[in-house]
């Protein structure tokens, strides 16, 4: 039986993010850009990062589903959508703020942060045991300033996407410039693939806030 292979999706930041995992979850190939037209650029990329021959060989597709850009979501989702509908394999969404939670860090309970603009962030809380990472609440938004004291205590706390954010931050918090999300996305898609899980029926973006205009998104 061949090695299963996972593409993994990441347009939820001005990032653009993808990744190819192979079984036990080693990078097979990634890449990494700083975009602002996603939806243009997201083809070509994936040609360089899945050539044809080889995305006809993928198993699955674990996409970052958010919160982050409402645009840049809908790329995402969009893509791994026309590629289960084309290869006919299941499609996986993952949160953005899982994907940093996976990031190494210690053990125990811990925070992961990204910016959401407009004086916010958006944060959940983790424990992560080992190669477990269990959410320990739903993503939420919380005020600049409230963010000392809400990772106050804990064992870890990771941020991403903060370049933008104003003032100083929290000393506990350690800041990942750049990380490549869509890596962690395609490593939780393959777990769930290995655990005999379908794949999600229903995808759609993780919002936590309202977009501005909310447009139509299908889930076919």
């Known amino acids: 039986m061949s090695e299963k292979k996972v593409l993994g999706i990441d347009t939820s930041s001005v990032s653009l993010n993808l990744a190819v995992v192979g079984e036990g979850g080693s990078v097979v190939s990634s890449y990494q850009e700083i975009s602002k037209n996603h939806a243009g650029r997201l083809p070509s990329v994936l040609d360089q990062v ?22 840049g979501l809908r790329v995402g989702l969009s893509v791994a959508l026309a590629l289960r509908a084309a290869l006919k394999i299941p499609v996986y969404q993952v949160s953005t703020l899982l ?4 990031f190494p860090s210690p053990y125990g309970k811990g925070a992961a942060v990204i910016d959401a603009r407009k004086g916010e962030f958006y944060i959940q809380f983790f424990d992560k045991l080992g190669e477990k990472t269990a959410p320990l609440s739903e993503p939420s938004v919380i ?19 903060l370049g ?6 929290p000393e506990n918090l350690r800041a990942l410039e750049n990380p490549n999300l869509a890596v962690e996305a395609a490593r939780e898609a ?4 290995l655990s005999g899980d379908p794949g999600d029926v229903e995808v759609s973006p993780i919002y936590v806030r309202e977009p501005d205009a909310i447009p139509s998104f299908g889930s076919k």
Request: aromatic share 6%; proline share 5%; with cysteine.
């Open 190 to 193: 393959l777990a769930r693939l």
């Open 99 to 102: 994907c940093l939670a996976r």
């Open 164 to 169: 933008l954010v104003g003032g100083n931050l």
């Open 50 to 71: 899945a050539p044809p021959t080889t995305l006809e060989l993928m198993s699955a597709v674990g996409v970052v589903a958010g919160p982050g850009s409402f645009t």
């Open 143 to 161: 005020k600049y300033g409230e963010l000392g004291s809400c990772i106050e205590g804990l064992d870890w706390a990771l941020g991403a996407n």
